[in-house]
């Protein structure tokens, strides 16, 4: 079982560049989200979806763009990177409230 | 609206004493609860979850909580630390009875363990 797939692992930005994150599951869940790490912050969501076509903004949307259109993916798109959105960022799929996470990705925004 | 407080941000005990990590919640619904574990750059790992039934739930690794309804807590417990159990710690709530729930985490606990 592959679960949920992120990729890549780790990136290195230089500020204003644009790139995308990619998050694939394999489990038919409706529900997908998108969540940002930070020392002492817990994960804060950025972005979620409920369905194929339909996406919402979590607690911390600004610079973020998503899009859902297939129930298997769900990428998040950073229009142009900022020192600020240096970060761990965990995409994850839920069914019934229990979340089953990506492994990460450690981005870093110079 | 769901949310939820770590109240401790760090918590340090010595290798063969209990823990206790401390979690309150706040929810409009039925919640579901769940405990997961971050070890040092690593995924997140589902210690354990309470969804309904028995207000006890046991979980891996020895670990265990209890859903207090009164107390809006869902406390997270082990009889005797192990070094291995050097980690972060994430309280998480949800609506029980919805597909397209929010998933909120708390802040975090880092739990030290000394020899």
């Known amino acids: 079982n592959a679960g949920v797939t992120q990729t890549p692992k780790f990136q290195v930005l230089k500020t204003g560049q644009s790139m995308t994150l990619q998050c694939a599951q394999d489990m038919n869940h409706e529900y997908m989200s998108w969540y940002r790490q930070d020392p002492g912050m817990g994960l804060r969501l950025i972005h979620y979806?409920?369905?194929?076509?339909?996406?919402d903004q979590g607690e911390v949307p600004n610079g973020y763009n998503v899009s859902r259109s297939t129930t298997e993916d769900f990428p998040l798109r950073l229009l142009s990177a900022a020192p600020s959105q240096t970060s761990v960022y965990f995409c994850?799929?839920?069914?019934?409230?229990?979340?089953?996470f990506g492994q990460g990705t450690r981005l870093t925004v110079v | 609206a769901q949310s939820v407080t770590q109240l401790d941000s760090h918590v340090s005990v010595s290798e063969g004493t209990p823990v206790l990590l401390r979690c309150n919640y706040s929810?409009?619904?039925?919640?579901?609860l769940f405990w997961y574990v971050q070890h040092p750059n690593k995924g997140l790992q589902l210690l354990l979850k309470?969804?309904?039934?028995?207000?006890l739930v046991k979980g891996i690794n020895g670990f265990e909580a209890e859903f207090k309804k009164s107390e809006t807590s869902f406390h997270l417990t082990k009889p005797s630390a192990h070094m291995s159990d050097a980690a972060e710690y994430f309280c998480?709530?949800?609506?029980?009875?919805?597909?397209?729930?929010?998933?909120?985490f708390g802040s975090g606990t880092r739990l030290s363990i000394r020899p």
């Open positions: 929810s409009s619904y039925s919640p579901s």
């Open positions: 994850a799929s839920s069914y019934r409230a229990e979340a089953f």
């Open positions: 979806s409920v369905g194929a076509g339909i996406t």
């Open positions: 998480v709530v949800s609506a029980r009875y919805s597909s397209a729930s929010k998933i909120i």
């Open positions: 309470y969804t309904s039934a028995a207000t």
